[in-house]
Nanobody, 125 residues
Framework: QVQLVESGGGLVQPGGSLRLSCAAS????????MGWYRQAPGKQRELVAA???????NYADSVKGRFTISRDNAKNTVTLQMNLLKPEDTAVYYC???????????????????WGQGTQVTVSS
């Protein structure tokens, strides 16, 4: 019954911006740290940003200064504002539970049982 629905992806030119949204249901959203993951073709999933239930934030070095994560507990949503996009940001982006210390790590993250469909971000000229 847990649902994670990502939206907001698309095709943008280098230097452009996108805002991704994640709507969560089926869990007590406000008690969990949440994050944004991405997976490019041939690559493992990477946790690029996380925000705790009390608002503490961490970013991977690859996106620091360009991406901003936020959450709205009243709406059960997590947002990723992406600016100054680069071709290497091209990936499918997913939201899920996350812990600050895992930001920047890559892997399968199989400790989380449910993943949504993700939203495709393509940065190309």
């Amino acid at each position: 019954q847990v649902q994670l629905v990502e939206s907001g992806g698309g095709l943008v030119q280098p230097g452009g911006s996108l805002r991704l949204s994640c709507a969560a249901s089926g869990l007590i959203f406000s008690i969990y740290g949440m994050g944004w993951y991405r997976q490019a073709p041939g690559k493992q999933r990477e946790l690029v940003a996380a925000i705790t239930s009390d608002g503490r934030i961490n970013y991977a070095d690859s996106v620091k200064g360009r991406f901003t994560i936020s959450r709205d507990n009243a709406k059960n949503t997590v947002t990723l504002q992406m600016n100054l996009l680069k071709p290497e940001d091209t990936a499918v982006y997913y939201c899920n539970r996350a812990k600050l210390f895992r930001v920047g790590a890559t892997g399968t993250f199989n400790d989380y049982d449910y993943w949504g469909q993700g939203t495709q971000v393509t940065v190309s000229s």
